[in-house]
């Protein structure tokens, strides 16, 4: 048993890729080390080295194999072939069972050997996701160049080249060496084992420890805010991101000046995130407050006053660049903009940006109608349609792609647009992720699912559909962001006529396929909820229900009827009546029509038609009124009639009329579980 | 810092030529055609070809038409300077070449945050793409580091480290000042203003609203003709010279609004088949003086 230690010590690596690069590094060196049962895998990442370290065999055991070559009397080419492959002579060869077998013991490997080998292969065809060449001609390449590999076994060096034959892959061998921090510890130090290292790192200025290094910036920052009674924004990218480019993270506060706190919170956050990598704080009341927060790369010698100093006057010159987009923005109405949208190509095939509006514009009032929104409402809902993307001709939306909406609203409030209007604008993008909150306000509401249907009636009209993992356009989300839209505001639509509308007299392309397309995400969506994807499977056979809320009330109605005794037996039953009818029809079917009172013989058979005679209308009803468990109930009622009617009953009778009579009553039966769904999806 | 007087402009020009010269840097003078950018220098461009060292360090005047701001804006110019530096192959230490010549202009890395910022670098007219960082000083983006992959198209043999540094940002980083119009440019009461504030306002009028757009369009034409031509002589430099002529003409009709989003990439693709072109014919010279 043997810890085995490995530095990549190298200049920066993109913050982004360290964690990665580090997963890739253990389950390279446990595939490559297998046959050392490596175990207890530790990795390290950051600003300039990943690292592993691991528990390993001294050394590959002793075996022996036993491969089997050609057959007996096989061409001499092919035996040649084999020994030649195995480096052996024919004489070395057994015969058995008619084929030629090479019978070899490996001597035992080392472990020394065994890393020896596997790690510069690893390194050589390590998958960085782009990576560059250096130097004066060797092809070995890394992320940024590579500078030391460390490599031990026990605290002894595993000597390896990376040089191949002809390139001297820029010297590099594996020592014992690293460095701590850039500017306060340069130059090399010897590592003794895996604690060591880390320890000395310590001392030498590097938090080598990605937790420890995550847990320093958030206690840091925490501490500083409440200083000044003030809370962080939280924000783990950007905990993750800052932790990646700096080796000891030193937390500091700088002061915003008073001249810019009239800036919109959104602007401030993005371009300090964006472009400063800094932390937005807010006061108690949930407003911006005057300061920002960043992480320093050492304890400075002046205790961070110079570089606070300086990260404040860079942040005061971003500002200061906001501002001037802020105040030059605000001199055109956002209204004024519409036109120029013209001019900004939306996509070769749909037109303009200001086509899109216009569309928008249209079908934002569409779906306020449908939402039964009073007539200022529907004006207000075409008037934000007509705004919504005018904001994509601000300057502040050409420098953060990220604030359209958010800046358009702020601008449609400062033109003195309805308040419902600006807030529609602003929120029409909504949601803008998995995680992120949909519209809640009904104009809102309305421009977000308008912005949404004319997206996807447009893209599924010219046949761009998403394929795989490829989705250019977004479209599942925007699938998605309808879906759950609808869901939270437990909207009555009919999807199927607002696509209708949405395709705008446009025909043809894959627009037949949307209803399957928003019942698949729908599906995708249930199941990450934790529901049972095959019920809904159920309920979606006939074809997508363009109501959702009704076809949700329905799938979750079935869902408990059949986790009943009552329902898990009503599905048994309609199952083998099913299977019955299956078997059958292939016969002589198929048996449909209305049986003939007249041809039972039974009462079991008697009562199964009275039952259905009864519950039909009843079930109609009930769904048609939309009392989805009061249909339930009244299938689920038919279960004692039904298990009598297996019992006593035999379907497939001597007399060819009465068996027939019975397959339609039992089709008769399956006709009415339909009105339900399609219980043979159904699994269990 | 805070102890002696910050550097002029001048001086930090004349401190960096001083630094790259003592670490044998041929200090060469900027290049006389209108450029975006130092690299875009043949000094930079067409040295990184080919299989021979080169070491270079050079101011370059850069122009940007399209960020002119008639002189109202503290930061942004429409003309500027870069230093830049070519040194090929990468040297190992390139990253503390750099940091030591921060220290010679008075940055000193225990006082200030130095870090090395992950950048992809691309500039899709020339073809050029490179890996390195933004190098950030407090915050700043001060320089550009980058090891060059592949100019004009074609993959370079032996890449070289090149480093670029904003003059400005930097001389107003170093000076303390936030607009940069009050540099102190010769420590003698010269502002940069003085120099450079009537000709961001001239130029700013004459690339956004006067420039006849019918004339450099003839020229564009003429330029894309001419280098090509040239490439196909044989003679690399003057070949690529049209192609910066052509290059700084498209910025001139980009910045009087006459181009729209969609012909824009067909005119950058043209501007990049002419540094194709002008690269190849350097590296055929290249190759057969190096076997001749």
Redesign the interface.
């Known amino acids: 048993m043997a810890e085995l230690f490995i530095e990549l010590f190298s200049?920066?690596?993109?913050?982004?890729m360290q964690a990665r690069a580090a997963d890739d590094l253990g389950s390279l060196l446990t595939k490559a080390l297998d046959g050392l049962n490596p175990r207890d895998l530790r990795m390290f990442f950051g600003?300039r080295r990943i690292a592993a370290i691991l528990t390993v065999d001294a050394e590959i055991p002793a075996r022996s194999m036993s491969e089997r070559g050609p057959r007996e009397g096989a061409p001499e080419k092919a035996l040649a072939g084999f020994t030649r492959k195995h480096g052996v002579t024919p004489d070395e060869l057994t015969l058995e069972n008619g084929f030629w077998v090479l019978n070899k013991s490996l001597d035992p490997v080392s472990a020394e050997s065994c890393v020896a080998e596997a790690v510069p292969e690893l390194l050589w065809k390590f998958p960085w996701p782009?990576?560059?060449?250096?130097?004066?001609?060797s092809n070995f390449t890394w992320?940024?160049?590579l500078?030391r590999i460390a490599c031990l076994l026990d605290g002894h060096v595993v000597p390896f080249a990376l040089a191949r034959e002809g390139d001297d892959a820029h010297g590099l061998k594996a020592s014992n060496l690293s460095e701590g921090h850039?500017?306060?510890a340069p130059g090399p130090f010897e590592i003794l084992s895996g604690q060591q290292w880390q320890e000395e790192l310590e001392t030498r200025s590097v938090i080598v420890d990605m937790d420890s290094r995550r847990d320093m910036v958030r206690t840091g920052v925490a501490r500083l805010a409440d200083q000044h009674g003030i809370t962080v924004v939280q924000d783990d990218g950007l905990v993750d991101e800052v932790c990646g480019?700096?080796e000891y993270p030193v937390p500091l506060l700088g002061k915003i000046d008073a001249a810019f706190m009239d800036l919109p919170a959104e602007v401030m956050q993005v371009s300090m995130r964006i472009n400063?990598r800094?932390f937005a704080l807010r006061n108690p009341d949930g407003k911006a407050a005057p300061y920002f927060a960043?992480v320093?790369?050492?304890p400075?010698?002046?205790g961070g006053k110079?570089?606070t100093?300086?990260?404040e006057?860079?942040?005061?010159?971003r500002f200061?660049?906001a501002r001037?987009f802020w105040d030059l923005d605000r001199k055109t109405k956002l209204a004024d903009r519409v036109p120029a949208l013209a001019?900004?190509?939306f996509h070769a095939k749909l037109g303009t940006q200001a086509e899109r509006a216009e569309r928008i514009s249209k079908l934002a009032g569409t779906v306020a109608q449908a939402m039964g929104l009073d007539g200022a409402q529907i004006a207000q809902a075409e008037r934000a349609g007509l705004l919504a993307k005018a904001d994509l001709t601000t300057g502040m939306v050409g420098e953060f792609p990220e604030l359209q909406g958010i800046m358009g609203g702020y601008y449609a409030a400062h033109d003195g647009e309805d308040e419902a209007v600006s807030r529609a604008v602003a929120e029409h993008y909504l949601p803008r992720g998995q995680s992120d909150e949909t519209a809640k306000a009904p104009v809102s509401v309305a421009v977000a699912l308008a912005d949404r249907l004319d997206l996807l009636a447009g893209f599924f009209a010219i046949g761009e559909l998403p394929s795989g993992s490829g989705d250019p356009y977004a479209l599942r989300r925007a699938a998605l962001g309808i879906i759950r839209t609808i869901r939270d505001n437990g909207l009555r639509l009919d999807l199927t006529e607002l696509f209708a509308q949405a395709a705008n007299g446009r025909m043809g392309g894959e627009l037949a396929k949307l209803p399957d397309f928003i019942a698949e995400r729908l599906r995708v969506q249930l199941r990450s909820e934790g529901e049972r994807h095959d019920v809904l499977a159920a309920t979606l056979a006939g074809g997508l229900d363009g109501d959702l809320v009704r076809l949700l009330a329905r799938t979750s109605a079935l869902s408990e009827m059949i986790q009943t005794e009552d329902g898990r037996n009503l599905l048994a039953a309609a199952k083998r009546a099913a299977n019955i009818l299956r078997i059958e029809d292939k016969k002589d079917g198929p048996h449909t029509g209305a049986p003939d009172p007249a041809l039972y013989t039974q009462d079991e058979e008697r009562a199964l038609a009275t039952g259905l005679d009864q519950a039909v209308p009843a079930i109609e009803t009930a769904l048609k009124e939309e009392r989805f468990t009061d249909a339930m109930q009244a299938i689920a009622a038919l279960r004692p009639t039904l298990d009598r009617f297996f019992e006593a009953v035999t379907v497939n009778a001597p007399e060819p009329e009465v068996r027939a009579n019975r397959l339609k009553l039992l089709s008769r039966f399956r006709e009415t579980t339909a009105l339900i769904a399609d219980f043979g999806q159904i699994e269990g | 810092m805070s102890a002696t007087r910050p550097l002029c402009f001048q001086d930090l020009i004349l401190r960096l030529h001083q630094f790259w010269s003592e670490k044998g840097c041929a200090i060469l003078q900027p290049y006389d055609t209108e450029l975006g950018a130092g690299t875009l220098s043949p000094h930079t461009t067409l040295r990184a070809l080919g299989p021979k060292p080169w070491a270079a360090a050079y101011v370059q005047p850069c122009r940007r038409p399209s960020d002119g701001r008639y002189g109202e804006?503290?930061?942004r110019l429409q003309h500027y300077y870069q230093y830049q530096v070519l040194l090929k192959?990468?040297p190992?230490d390139?990253?503390q070449l750099l940091l030591d010549s921060y220290r010679a202009i008075g940055i000193d890395?225990?006082?200030?945050?130095?870090?090395?910022?992950?950048d992809?670098w691309e500039n899709p007219t020339i073809g050029a793409w490179?890996?390195?960082?933004e190098v950030w000083?407090?915050?700043?983006e001060v320089s550009q580091f980058t090891?060059f992959?592949q100019v004009g198209g074609i993959p370079?043999?032996?890449?070289s480290t090149e480093l670029t540094y904003g003059l400005e940002r930097l001389a107003m980083?170093v000076q303390?000042v936030?607009n940069v119009y009050d540099l102190d440019f010769n420590g003698k009461g010269l502002t940069y203003g003085d120099v450079f504030l009537r000709a961001e306002q001239d130029y700013s009028r004459h690339n956004f609203e006067l420039a006849d757009t019918q004339m450099l369009l003839t020229h564009f034409n003429d330029a894309e003709r001419e280098s090509m031509r040239l490439a196909e002589a044989g003679v690399a430099q003057p070949a690529y010279d049209q192609c910066l002529k052509a290059s700084h003409l498209f910025n001139l009709l980009d910045a009087r609004g006459v181009i729209?989003?969609?012909e824009r990439a067909s005119y950058i693709g043209r501007v990049r088949a002419l540094a194709k072109a002008a690269c190849e014919a350097w590296l055929a010279g290249e190759e057969e003086t190096s076997h001749g």
């Open positions: 200049e920066e690596i993109p913050s982004g600003a782009k990576s560059m060449r250096w130097g004066a001609g992320v940024r160049p500078r850039r500017f306060l480019l700096v400063q800094y960043f320093g790369n050492l400075f010698k002046d110079l570089t100093a300086g990260n006057r860079v942040l005061r010159a200061a660049d001037h001019a900004v190509t | 804006n503290p930061n192959p990468t190992e390139s990253q890395p225990e006082l200030h945050d130095i870090r090395f910022v992950e992809d490179g890996l390195g960082w000083c407090d915050g700043m090891y992959q370079t043999v032996m890449p980083y303390g936030e729209s989003v969609s």
